[in-house]
């Protein structure tokens, strides 16, 4: 049955300034009972951290993060058993790859070997009951050599699972609820994320009459991230649509808050997700 839960890059300042265990406090507080873990360094300690949160706030721990490459080592062609097994000390399911890294996108050849590599690491989690996902921006929905990268990705390393970000999917193009459906039963996991078109801020008109244009130049022709409900997706649809095709999980995310406290957006967002009549799967962990 999909769940709904909080996706921990929305939180990564809260994490940094607050700490793991009050971050978490915070979250369950809110009335969410699942996360998925982003930004924070899979260190030993933290990995214990965040178990121990996740026990004591009845919050779980239902994917995971790892790149390809990481400067710490926990990543997937570096350390694939240790990216497992950190997951299965949290209880999560899934590993995801937020994006492959820049040089991956210079051309096919690249992107194959990009998704090689993930497709060689995807058996090591499996055999401990984990599975790899992709996450989705807008680039993957280009084209190179007349096939989309997104496409030329899953046709390469086929073991792979998606994530698929309905705010991104949108930005590249494509309509969410369509694109959904077109992967089907290859969407383990769904991000949650609205999509708004708004005026410049306040904060940006004082900096224009003091003399700096940029931030109004770039409000008027850069759209924001939303809260669930706050933008022009049909997140009903959506929402509806990840159950149809059986996504375990989807996870409200929004990448900036502009001016909005990280734990008032994620709020409004579980609020707007109960009033449109999704708040049992935000209460199934």
Request: some cysteine.
């Amino acid at each position: 049955m999909t769940s709904i839960g909080v996706q921990g890059y929305t939180l990564r300042n809260r994490f940094a300034e607050l700490g793991i265990t009050e971050t978490f406090r915070r979250v369950a507080a809110i009335g969410y009972r699942s996360i998925e873990i982003s930004a924070v360094p899979m260190t030993a300690e933290n990995v214990a951290e965040i178990a121990a949160a996740s026990a004591e706030h009845g919050v779980a721990v239902d994917a995971t993060t790892a790149g390809l490459t990481a400067p710490d080592g926990h990543a997937l062609t570096q350390d694939p058993e240790g990216v497992a097994q950190a997951a299965v000390t949290l209880g999560a399911e899934f590993v995801r790859i937020g994006m492959f890294g820049p040089e991956a996108y210079e051309n096919a050849d690249t992107l194959r070997e990009a998704a090689r590599r993930a497709e060689a690491a995807a058996p090591v989690l499996a055999d401990r009951g984990v599975t790899l996902c992709f996450h989705n921006h807008a680039i993957e929905f280009a084209r190179v050599d007349g096939t989309r990268v997104l496409d030329l990705i899953l046709e390469t390393a086929p073991s792979l699972r998606l994530e698929l970000d309905v705010h991104w999917i949108f930005r590249g193009g494509l309509d969410p609820v369509t694109t959904l459906r077109h992967y089907g039963d290859r969407v383990a996991l769904v991000h949650l994320k609205d999509y708004r078109v708004a005026l410049p801020s306040a904060q940006a008109y004082e900096k224009l009459r003091a003399g700096d244009p940029g931030p109004v130049r770039e409000a008027l022709f850069t759209p924001q991230f939303a809260e669930v409900g706050e933008g022009s997706l049909a997140m009903a649809d959506v929402v509806r649509t990840a159950v149809e095709i059986g996504a375990a999980h989807c996870f409200v995310e929004q990448d900036a808050t502009y001016e909005r406290d990280e734990f008032d957006a994620v709020a409004l967002s579980y609020r707007h997700l109960t009033e449109l009549g999704f708040g049992d799967l935000l209460t199934r962990a």
